[in-house]
Structure formats: structure tokens, C-alpha cells
């Protein structure tokens, strides 16, 4: 199994930025994604981005050009670097690993999720 866990939520104000980290332990998976995901008060979970293992990153419509995702593999770390927040951007966010190279955005797709950590963007 894959362990995750989420860290660097918190407050912050509209403009702001924050960074999660994703710390994975337990047996690597050869070949994954790594994806990230996010569930604001009384919505579905949707899909922030996908990191796949060729390196290759996808986002959603509603954070391109502000949300970045990028991996430190000496750390076993998995990284969203979140810029120019809004408060839209109140959700928890998760991370999640499936041992398939796909690429999807489909939660159902994944095997493995951290605990999640919650973000709160103030107006």
C-alpha cells in the first residue's frame, strides 16, 4: 500500500498563496499519477490537476495559470503550489495515487488518499 499525507493547508487572504505538500510512504509504484483534489462546502470533489509519471501535467479550467503541481522524488513528496487564490478556492484538498499511468480525472480512477487538509481563502 501507498500512504499519503496532506500538510500546508490554512488561512489566507484573496490574492494570497499557499503551498500543500503530498508526503508519500510504503511500496512505490513503478509507474502512477498523482492527482490532486479538492471539495469546497456542499459541492462534488472535482479534480485540481493530474502529475503523470512521464512528468506530463493537466489542470482544470478553473485554476490554469494559478495552480501549479510538481514532485520532489528524493522527498517522495508531491507538491501544489497554489497562487492568486480566490475565495472559490475554500475547499479541503486531497491527493491521490493510482498505480495506472492515465492521466484521469476521475476520482473513482484512484487507489490511495491522504487524509486532506483544508483551505480557507478570506475576501
Known amino acids: 500500500q501507498v500512504q499519503l499525507v496532506e500538510s500546508g493547508g490554512g488561512l489566507v487572504q484573496a490574492g494570497g498563496s499557499l503551498r500543500l505538500s503530498c508526503a508519500a510512504s510504503?511500496?512505490?509504484?513503478?509507474?502512477?499519477?498523482m492527482g490532486w483534489f479538492r471539495q469546497p462546502p456542499g459541492k462534488e470533489r472535482e479534480c485540481v490537476g493530474v502529475?503523470?509519471?512521464?512528468?506530463?501535467?493537466t489542470y482544470a479550467d478553473s485554476v490554469k495559470g494559478r495552480f501549479t503541481i510538481s514532485r520532489d522524488n528524493a522527498k517522495n513528496t508531491l507538491y501544489l503550489q497554489m497562487n492568486s487564490l480566490k475565495p472559490e478556492d475554500t475547499a479541503a484538498y486531497y491527493c491521490?495515487?493510482?498505480?495506472?499511468?492515465?492521466?484521469?480525472?476521475?476520482?473513482?480512477?484512484?487507489?490511495?488518499w491522504g487524509q486532506g487538509t483544508q483551505v480557507t481563502v478570506s475576501s
Open positions: 491521490a495515487a493510482t498505480a495506472h499511468d492515465t492521466g484521469s480525472f476521475y476520482y473513482t480512477q484512484y487507489d490511495y
Open positions: 502529475l503523470r509519471w512521464s512528468g506530463a501535467t
Open positions: 510504503g511500496h512505490p509504484f513503478s509507474t502512477y499519477t
